[in-house]
């Protein structure tokens, strides 16, 4: 069974820094690209970073490039989104995603991505 399972989302104030955790399992890790995302009630859900696990490639939104980072560990089977200099603006869930990286379509955007985890809270206050 593939699984994806986010996990380090909280509450922190404006400025302040989390790291998210998406710990996969069920496939070949190494064989695919894991995105993260983030949707706020009411708009779409919105791509923020992308990493290869074949060949190390990221792939990112300028609106976060620079705050975000996205990498991986890939003897733990896990991708991280550390995130800095968090605004109120950034409050969202966040949900981790992966597409076979052969056949991968649309990086950053939630159609490119069949296998989705339950998303993590993460709410940054002012």
């Known amino acids: 069974e593939v699984q994806l399972v986010e996990s380090g989302g909280g509450v922190v104030q404006a400025g302040g820094s989390l790291r998210l955790s998406c710990t996969a399992s069920?496939?070949?890790?190494?064989?695919?690209?894991i995105a993260w995302f983030r949707q706020v009630p009411g708009k779409e859900r919105e791509g923020i970073s992308c990493?290869?696990?074949?060949?190390?490639?990221?792939y990112d939104v300028d609106s976060m490039k620079g705050r975000f980072t996205i990498s991986s560990d890939n003897a733990r089977n896990t991708v991280y989104l550390q995130m800095n200099n968090l605004e109120p603006e950034d409050t969202a869930v966040y949900y981790c995603?992966?597409?076979?990286?052969?056949?991968?379509?649309?990086?950053?955007?939630?159609?490119?991505?069949?296998?989705w985890g339950q998303g993590t809270q993460v709410t940054v206050s002012s």
């Open positions: 995603a992966a597409t076979l990286w052969a056949t991968h379509t649309y990086l950053l955007k939630p159609k490119g991505y069949g296998y």
């Open positions: 990493i290869s696990i074949t060949d190390g490639t990221t």
């Open positions: 069920g496939f070949p890790f190494e064989d695919y690209a």
